[in-house]
């Protein structure tokens, strides 16, 4: 079976999720974490009614929602997504030079109340 892009978005998210759950629970972290996905179908997705998706959008997305609340999943704008400038293609020199890459979106440095 071939996965859709989205799906495949999907797939990652719920990675996100799980080693969020892992790592939060095995350092006893009592902070919540906000999680953050370019993909405007897998953010809704995240925010919608699992029984209302086909059997492989719904089970992830339950198992995302045990793990997370929905709530916490921010949608990022492609453009602002340090992780895809490189899937992007970009010079060693572009990359070198680039305020996104070494730095991230200043949105990355706010607050939780955006």
Same mark, same amino acid.
């Given at each position: 079976?071939?996965?859709?892009?989205?799906?495949?978005?999907?797939?990652?998210?719920?990675?996100?999720?799980?080693?969020? =759950?892992?790592?939060?629970?095995?350092?006893?972290?009592?902070?919540?974490?906000?999680?953050?996905?370019?993909?405007?179908?897998?953010?809704?997705?995240? &925010?919608?009614?699992?029984?209302?998706?086909?059997?492989?959008?719904?089970?992830?997305?339950?198992?995302? &929602?045990?793990?997370?609340?929905?709530?916490?999943?921010? &949608?990022?704008?492609?453009?602002?997504?340090?992780? =895809?400038?490189?899937?992007?293609?970009?010079?060693?020199?572009?990359?070198? =030079?680039?305020?996104?890459?070494?730095?991230?979106?200043?949105?990355?440095? &706010?607050?939780?109340?955006?």
């Amino acid at each position: 079976m071939t996965l859709s892009l989205p799906r495949l978005e999907l797939m990652g998210a719920l990675l996100s999720a799980r080693l969020c =759950d892992k790592v939060s629970k095995t350092l006893k972290f009592e902070k919540s974490f906000l999680f953050h996905t370019d993909s405007s179908i897998v953010y809704h997705w995240i &925010q919608g009614k699992p029984f209302r998706f086909k059997p492989f959008v719904k089970n992830r997305i339950e198992d995302i &929602q045990k793990l997370t609340e929905p709530s916490k999943w921010h &949608q990022c704008p492609g453009k602002e997504n340090p992780a =895809d400038i490189l899937s992007r293609g970009i010079s060693v020199r572009e990359l070198k =030079d680039s305020e996104l890459w070494w730095h991230g979106s200043p949105w990355l440095k &706010q607050t939780e109340q955006f």
